[in-house]
């Protein structure tokens, strides 16, 4: 049998490629297929959605969807979901990005007693499913008397153990000769971490802050034990009681995707901004010296 020769090496290995990428392609496609889908049926009117939920071509074209949402008509009280989870997701981002880094570093840097077992305690912590704490959640909120108020949606959710894990990971792999030179210059604890060693890690902050938007933005089971009233409720709660029919509104398809297409907007946008940072951030992360 004589060898293939490198001209037909060459056109089957094309061939291979060609036809993976057609694979991969049509497979992009189908999983882009219900995205396309919901985003086409925003456009329709009711009638049509319900008799022709699979076409991609709204006729008639209508806006109606978008008009009855943040008209807040229908009992649906968009404007209010939306900045409800704006407030919340921006407060708790910003406390999770200051006071996890702040335990990152301690745990990473500073020698006490117990650091070992707070370590241990924080690894354990993850591994805890979050719907096992929804009944210690709603009992502690109930026994402060924070119930229903933004106190009790907040407060909780500004600590995270895997933010705390990830900034004490990145924060051993910074050399700690560049803290002694701080020290050495006359820097506290204090001011070697916020002068010196914060600034270095701005690709784990970047990590954090989109995990802790991501995670306060599609937080569902905590603010369901928390808090009640429609004045406190946010995107998923909100969603949740619409989708259901819990609000009375019907079917109406196009209003409902439409409502879950924009609350999936502003993570989106989010993540693909900083995408790159992202990937590089949780490299870090998990990387030591």
Do not use: C
Not at 197 to 202: F, T
Not at 253 to 269: C, N, R, S
Request: without cysteine; positive net charge; aromatic residues 12%.
């Amino acid at each position: 049998m004589t060898a293939p020769t490198p001209t037909a090496a060459r056109d089957r290995r094309g061939t291979l490629r060609l036809a993976g990428i057609l694979v991969m392609s049509l497979a992009a496609l189908l999983y882009l297929m219900p995205f396309v889908i919901q985003l086409v049926t925003t456009f329709k009117t009711d009638p049509q959605a319900a008799s022709s939920p699979l076409s991609l071509i709204p006729n008639p074209f209508s806006l109606d969807a978008y008009g009855k949402l943040f008209s807040g008509s229908e009992g649906v009280a968009f404007p209010t979901w939306l900045g409800n989870s704006a407030f919340i997701a921006v407060v708790v981002t910003a406390g999770r990005v200051f006071f996890d880094s702040l335990a990152g570093y301690a745990l990473s840097r500073l020698r006490f007693h117990g650091r070992g077992l707070l370590t241990v305690l924080l690894i354990s912590v993850m591994a805890v499913p979050g719907v096992v704490l929804m009944i210690p959640k709603f009992l502690v909120v109930q026994y402060l008397g924070i119930y229903d108020t933004y106190t009790a949606m907040i407060v909780p959710l500004l600590v995270d153990a895997v933010g705390i894990f990830i900034m004490k990971q990145f924060f051993e792999s910074v050399p700690r000769e560049i803290e002694e030179a701080a020290r050495v210059d006359g820097a506290g604890v204090v001011r070697t971490y916020w002068s010196v060693v914060l600034p270095m890690a701005r690709p784990a902050l970047i990590t954090l802050t989109i995990l802790s938007f991501q995670g306060s933005w599609n937080e569902f089971t905590h603010f369901v034990v928390t808090a009640q009233s429609a004045d406190h409720a946010t995107l998923t709660t909100g969603l949740a009681q619409f989708v259901s029919g819990g609000l009375g509104v019907g079917t109406q398809y196009p209003l409902k995707l439409t409502a879950a297409l924009l609350a999936t907007i502003p993570v989106a946008i989010v993540f693909f901004v900083f995408q790159r940072h992202f990937v590089r951030g949780g490299n870090a992360g998990a990387l030591k010296e």
